[in-house]
């Protein structure tokens, strides 16, 4: 795992793909990863006292197989794709978006060690990016199962690659959620 300071300088290592190093990203993923990076920085800012590691990047669809070994359940309709296109195996998720998940636009998973216990950090999180503070997306708090560590999963806003008619459609998705399974299934994270 890679350790996230504030001193850091963007590196793509910190978004290449666990099983695949070599992976060069794309322009556009170098982009996603980049936006991403810049939220990171401000997160890192908040909760000085605390240290945040880099677990998962970007995933290749064929990396999938390893993940699952290693008892992390990545959903097809994740953001840790960066735009590669991966299958719907589910009927409903067909009927609303297609045979591919192609709308992935960047994510991270981390690992957190510090003061503050990891579901604190998560909700302030929520809270900050539901108060426009934070650019997110997506934050989601996943633990228990076959997971020795649980870990927080935050993505870009889907407006970072597409416009609002498409960012709406996109809009399905539950923004805050936890799961306590190790990401088999999830609640939705409501703090008003």
Same mark, same amino acid.
């Given at each position: 795992?890679?350790?996230?300071?504030?001193?850091?300088?963007?590196?793509?290592?910190? *978004?290449?793909?666990?099983?695949?190093?070599? !992976?060069?990203?794309?322009? +556009? =993923?170098?982009?996603?990863?980049?936006? $991403?990076?810049?939220?990171?920085?401000?997160?890192?800012?908040?909760?000085?006292?605390?240290?945040?590691?880099?677990?998962?990047?970007?995933?290749?669809?064929?990396?999938?197989?390893?993940?699952?070994?290693?008892?992390?359940?990545?959903?097809?309709?994740?953001?840790?794709?960066?735009?590669?296109?991966?299958?719907?195996?589910?009927?409903?998720?067909? *009927?609303?978006?297609?045979?591919?998940?192609? !709308?992935?636009?960047?994510? +991270? =998973?981390?690992?957190?060690?510090?003061? $503050?216990?990891?579901?604190?950090?998560?909700?302030?999180?929520?809270?900050?990016?539901?108060?426009?503070?934070?650019?997110?997306?997506?934050?989601?708090?996943?633990?228990?199962?076959?997971?020795?560590?649980?870990?927080?999963?935050?993505?870009?806003?889907?407006?970072?690659?597409?416009?609002?008619?498409?960012?709406?459609?996109?809009?399905?998705?539950?923004?805050?959620?936890?799961?306590?399974?190790?990401?088999?299934?999830?609640? +939705?994270?409501?703090?008003?």
């Amino acid at each position: 795992m890679s350790r996230l300071q504030i001193t850091d300088v963007w590196s793509e290592e910190y *978004f290449t793909p666990r099983f695949h190093p070599q !992976y060069r990203l794309t322009y +556009i =993923q170098r982009f996603m990863a980049k936006r $991403l990076y810049d939220e990171i920085l401000a997160i890192l800012e908040m909760f000085p006292d605390t240290q945040f590691f880099k677990d998962i990047g970007l995933v290749l669809p064929e990396e999938l197989p390893l993940y699952k070994r290693q008892n992390f359940n990545i959903p097809e309709s994740s953001d840790l794709y960066y735009g590669l296109p991966v299958p719907y195996t589910g009927k409903s998720k067909k *009927f609303v978006y297609g045979d591919w998940n192609t !709308y992935s636009v960047g994510a +991270i =998973q981390l690992n957190i060690e510090g003061s $503050l216990s990891i579901q604190e950090i998560f909700q302030q999180l929520v809270k900050t990016t539901y108060l426009h503070k934070l650019r997110l997306w997506d934050i989601a708090l996943v633990s228990g199962g076959q997971l020795k560590d649980p870990y927080i999963y935050i993505s870009n806003l889907k407006s970072v690659m597409y416009n609002a008619r498409m960012t709406r459609r996109l809009r399905n998705k539950q923004r805050f959620i936890t799961s306590d399974n190790g990401g088999i299934s999830h609640k +939705i994270y409501t703090f008003l």
